[in-house]
């Protein structure tokens, strides 16, 4: 193969490369169904952005608590519970000694 060959396949390869290019954009970009997907994603993309990463996460671990314990219970500091005990203790302390 001659050098002028090969400079009109690579050629011929190139512009044939072009054209295909452009056609798949084209058809992308006409495509409804592509256009609504990719404002879909794009929206997504945009609300992830604007979200607070703590509140995202605070979302997901009340959704996991939910789906574990259900509705009905609620998930506390161990804390908490060890301090509402103390004011129990202390509420018989005191009706004890009344």
Avoid: F, P, W
């Amino acid at each position: 193969m001659s050098d002028i060959e090969q400079a009109i396949r690579d050629l011929i390869e190139e512009q044939v490369s072009s054209v295909v290019e452009m056609q798949v954009e084209d058809a992308v970009s006409n495509h409804t169904e592509l256009q609504d997907l990719q404002y879909k994603v794009e929206d997504l993309e945009s609300r992830l952005d604007d979200t607070n990463d703590d509140d995202t996460i605070d979302l997901v671990v009340a959704h996991i608590i939910k789906k574990l314990i259900g509705d009905n219970n609620k998930v506390v500091a161990k804390s908490y519970v060890d301090n509402l005990q103390n004011e129990i203790t202390q509420l018989k302390i005191k009706l004890e000694d009344k």
